[in-house]
């Protein structure tokens, strides 16, 4: 038996809906929607366009259950980049859905320090310290008064879910990024009541594979989706969706590779300590209960926000042209830290790369192909110490790194990760979100594999892998 599934996999750089057939050794896709992502500047920030990735979404959805073949489209679920939320009343948004990279995030951090010190804050969450961690967010919302007005928050994902079906819930593996979620994965009311943030903003939480509800009537026929397609939650959070379709063995690690790079391995129980937080590692929850012991880099924003910036000023060369320029560097660059928070704001990046290194007395690379090539040297490296830092506190050796996402299609990003770990790297899947969404719902409908480890075995046998030796140095 197959089951025909629709993905919505929403990612800070575009939006895409795929369709897939997924079997017990059956798993194949096709996308049917792409859009971008671009947020919106406005009066008082930074905010994502939600109601258009919605219409989007939605319209690729119509798009999956109109389709020809010979099921009609079973489910849908979203995933999409973690820690952003909605506030609503009485089942009406209250304003517009902000971005994480909204500098508000620098007052929140502050207003969280005050009340609680951040190991004490580790030991409850396990999160490395971020600026847009949802808490710190919802302090600055606090502060400008309006959680005395809202009665409800949801995160991304789970704002789709209630707009297409009614029924509102906070899937696990998405809240565990919020800070409000403690490590035994039950939402830290005391730390709410610390933090003046009410408890009754918070849904039942469920667990990936939970089926929502179906499509109401009005969105389907608003949207013209054919059928009654139901909801499900999956991982919601998009990492853990990927993570769910690394085709990793024992002792693979992976980095999920799009906007940011998400470097770690998998572990059975999360690992919060003063080792950890010293090496800004965070514990996210997995699918099945796994933990995801990762480390946020910085990622191809670095690299994205140069192209941005270049191109505003004239320059006409593409993503492409600049990566080959960058391969025919043969001379040493030298690199920065990649997790430094000057690279998380939207901005100039060429500029800020510059200043790093004379900052530190150092000579900055020169000329657009220098400067891409030290990125992606300096990611790589920011891989490298991530993945040793990882085996070393986990104690599960790494023999083997898996690049997923976007970047798994930038070919000198993986040859760099595998020179700079000394470890092969296996690239591919690109689409491990959208991968990791379909196979949760195609295992509650009772059609592909029960673990973790069949799903992965499933994606290795239905994949084109490329493997990367590193090089000799
Ligand atoms: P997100 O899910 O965060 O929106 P993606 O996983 O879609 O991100 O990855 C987007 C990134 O993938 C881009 O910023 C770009 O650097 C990289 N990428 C996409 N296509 C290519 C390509 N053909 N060659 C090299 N890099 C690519
Ligand atoms: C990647 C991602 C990552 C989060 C960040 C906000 O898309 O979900 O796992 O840390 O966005």
């Known amino acids: ?88 009343r009485r089942g009406s948004l209250l304003g517009i859905p902000f971005s994480y990279r909204d500098d508000r995030t620098a007052r929140g951090l502050e207003l969280v320090d005050r009340v609680i010190a951040q190991p004490q804050l580790y030991e409850r969450c396990g999160l490395q310290r971020m600026p847009f961690t949802t808490i710190n967010q919802l302090m600055v919302d606090r502060e400008r008064g309006l959680l005395e007005v809202a009665d409800r ?25 919020t800070g409000l979620m403690r490590l035994d994965e039950e939402w830290d009311t005391e730390l709410m009541a610390m933090l003046g943030i009410p408890a009754s903003l918070l849904a039942e939480v469920v667990d990936p594979g939970t089926r ?84 946020n880099v910085m990622g191809l924003w670095i690299l994205s926000e140069s192209v941005r910036t270049w191109q505003a000023a004239g320059e006409r060369l593409g993503l492409p042209e600049l990566l080959a320029a960058a391969a025919a560097v043969e001379w040493a660059v030298p690199v920065f830290d990649p997790t430094d928070d000057a690279f998380y704001p939207p901005g100039d990046m060429p500029a800020r790369i510059r200043s790093w290194f004379e900052e530190r007395g150092q000579r900055p690379p020169q000329g657009r192909a220098e400067v891409v090539r030290c990125i992606l040297e300096s990611l ?45 790297v296996v690239a591919g899947p690109v689409e491990a979100s959208a991968i990791g969404n379909v196979l949760v719902q195609a295992r509650a409908l009772g059609a592909a594999p029960a673990t973790l480890e069949e799903l992965r075995a499933l994606v290795r046998a239905t994949h084109e892998l490329v493997e990367y030796r590193p090089r000799a140095r």
């Open 212 to 295: 929502i509800g179906p499509i109401d009537a009005v969105t389907r026929s608003h949207y013209g989706i054919e059928g009654a397609p139901d909801v499900f939650a999956v991982g919601s959070h998009d990492t853990a969706s990927a993570v769910v379709a690394v085709p990793m063995e024992p002792g693979g690690a992976y980095v999920s590779s799009g906007t940011w790079s998400l470097v770690g391995i998998e572990t059975a129980a999360p690992i919060a300590t003063p080792a950890a937080l010293d090496a800004s590692f965070t514990n996210e929850g997995g699918v099945d209960g796994r933990t995801r012991f990762l480390k």
């Open 153 to 177: 928050l949801l995160m991304l994902p789970d704002l789709f879910g209630y707009w297409m079906t009614g029924r509102m819930v906070a899937e696990r593996t998405n809240v565990s990024t």
């Open 380 to 424: 790589a490296e920011g891989y490298a110490r991530a993945l040793r830092d990882a085996a070393a506190i986990s104690g599960q050796a790494i023999e083997r790194v898996h690049v997923v996402g976007g970047g798994a299609r930038n070919a000198l990003l993986c040859q760099l990760t595998a020179d700079r770990t000394g470890l092969p």
């Open 1 to 88: 038996m197959t089951a025909t599934v629709a993905a919505v996999d929403l990612g800070a750089t575009s939006g895409r809906v795929v369709r897939a057939e997924v079997g017990p050794a059956t798993l194949r896709l096709e996308e049917v929607a792409r859009f971008e992502n671009r947020p919106v500047r406005i009066a008082d920030g930074l905010h994502w366009s939600v109601p258009s990735l919605y219409d989007e979404a939605m319209r690729g959805v119509a798009t999956a259950s109109r389709m020809p073949g010979d099921a009609s489209l079973a489910s849908v679920a979203v995933d999409s980049w973690a820690v952003d939320y909605a506030l609503l």
